[in-house]
Nanobody, 125 residues
């Protein structure tokens, strides 16, 4: 499965951005979608996951500000980011799996075999 992410950019603190990611190249639908981010000099960090037949799950640092949504028919996922803070600055990656896994594993980047190319989000005044 190939993933194509879009929607990053420069935004002021308190602003909003919406990231999107589309899957292509396969006949099997995505089961679990996730977003991760990586700031310069830091490890890739879990942001949000939306597993099939489950409610979304978020990192504590973005809970209440970010919303992950999915369109199963279109095989896409989005991340609505509100009230952005400078510490949200990072390259954001979408990730996908064709099979469902437990939540604890779904929060780990090594659980995913399909990745988008990354889109840069910069929060700065």
């Amino acid at each position: 499965v190939q993933l194509q992410a879009s929607g990053g950019g420069l935004v002021q603190p308190g602003g909003s951005l919406r990231l999107s990611c589309a899957a292509s190249g396969g006949t099997v639908s995505v089961s679990d979608w996730a977003w991760f981010r990586q700031a310069p000099g830091k490890e890739r960090q879990f942001v949000a996951v939306y597993r099939s037949m489950s409610a979304p799950n978020y990192a504590d640092s973005v809970k209440g500000r970010f919303t992950i949504s999915r369109d199963n028919a279109a095989n896409t996922v989005s991340l609505q980011m509100n009230n952005l803070k400078p510490e949200d600055t990072a390259v954001y990656y979408c990730a996908a799996r064709k099979t469902r896994i437990v939540l604890s594993a779904a929060r780990l980047p090594e659980s995913y075999d399909s990745w988008g190319q990354g889109t840069l989000v910069t929060v700065s005044s």
